[in-house]
C-alpha cells in the first residue's frame, strides 16, 4: 500500500488559475485537508467536487499532525491544500510536510499558483537571481528585519498586508527612498494593481489608494 500526500496549490484569486491535475486529485481523494473549509468550500463548489475536507490550519497543525499521520498509514488518500496559493509558502504545510518525510510517506506536491513569483516577473526588476522574505514580523524584530532585507543584494519579495502595508513602506522609504520598487495588490483578481517607481514615488500612492487584499512589495536590490 503506497503512503503519500499530495501538495496541491490553489488559485490566489481567479477561480479558473488552478491546473487540471489538480483538479483531478481534488476529486479523487479521500479527504482534503483546508486551511480555512469555508474558502476552499467555494473552489470546491465551483468545479463541483463534493470530497470530505477538514481544518488544517496554524493553530491546530501541531495538536493534528499524529492523527494526520496515522490516517494516511492507514491508506486514507489526503491533500493538502491553503487558502490561496502553494501551502507551506507563508501558509501552514510545512510541519506537515517534515513529519510525512520522517515517517517514509511520499510528499508528492504539484506545481502550480503562488503570488511571488508573477509578481516578480511582471515587476520591471530583476529577476534572476532574488529572496523571498514572505511576511515581515508584526512587532518584535521588525526594524532590524527591513534593515537586512535593504542590504540585499538580490531582489527580495515581501509578502504584506492591507494593514500594514503603509507601514512597510513607509518604513522601507525612510531608510532607503531611492530605491526601486513595485507593489502589486489583489494579483491575478479584478481589481489587481501595480504601483512602480522609488519608494519615494511609490509611497503616497500606495497611502492614498484604496487599501485591500493581499499586497506583494518587489525590492530591487542594493
Known amino acids: 500500500m503506497e503512503k503519500l500526500i499530495h501538495i496541491i496549490p490553489t488559485p490566489i484569486g481567479n477561480l479558473e488559475d488552478i491546473t487540471l491535475r489538480s483538479l483531478q486529485l481534488l476529486h479523487s481523494v479521500d ?9 476552499t468550500g467555494k473552489l470546491l463548489k465551483h468545479y463541483d467536487i463534493k470530497t470530505k475536507m477538514i481544518a488544517y490550519h496554524a493553530f491546530n497543525e501541531h495538536h493534528k499532525l499524529d492523527e494526520i499521520i496515522n490516517k494516511i498509514k492507514s491508506g486514507i488518500n ?5 487558502d490561496a496559493g502553494t501551502p507551506a509558502i507563508s501558509d501552514p504545510g510545512f510541519l506537515l510536510i517534515r513529519e510525512c518525510i520522517k515517517n517514509d510517506i511520499e510528499v508528492f506536491c504539484l506545481p502550480g499558483a503562488t503570488a511571488c513569483i508573477p509578481a516578480l516577473v511582471k515587476s520591471g526588476i530583476t529577476c534572476d537571481r532574488f529572496i523571498f ?16 532585507i535593504l542590504e540585499n543584494k538580490a531582489t ?8 500594514r502595508i503603509i507601514k512597510t513602506i513607509g518604513q522601507l522609504c525612510d531608510l532607503c527612498p531611492n530605491r526601486q520598487v513595485a507593489v502589486i495588490k489583489e494579483l491575478t483578481k479584478l481589481n489587481e494593481k501595480i504601483y512602480r517607481g522609488t519608494l519615494k514615488k511609490v509611497y503616497p500612492e500606495i497611502a ?4 485591500k ?10
Open 133 to 148: 522574505e514572505g511576511f515581515l514580523p508584526s512587532k518584535k524584530g521588525r526594524q532590524k528585519k527591513i534593515t537586512s
Open 156 to 163: 527580495s519579495i515581501i509578502y504584506e498586508s492591507p494593514h
Open 78 to 82: 489526503i491533500a493538502l491544500v491553503s
Open 208 to 211: 492614498q489608494s484604496t487599501i
Open 31 to 39: 479527504l482534503i485537508l483546508a486551511e480555512d473549509t469555508r474558502i
Open 213 to 222: 487584499g493581499e499586497f506583494v512589495i518587489i525590492l530591487d536590490g542594493k
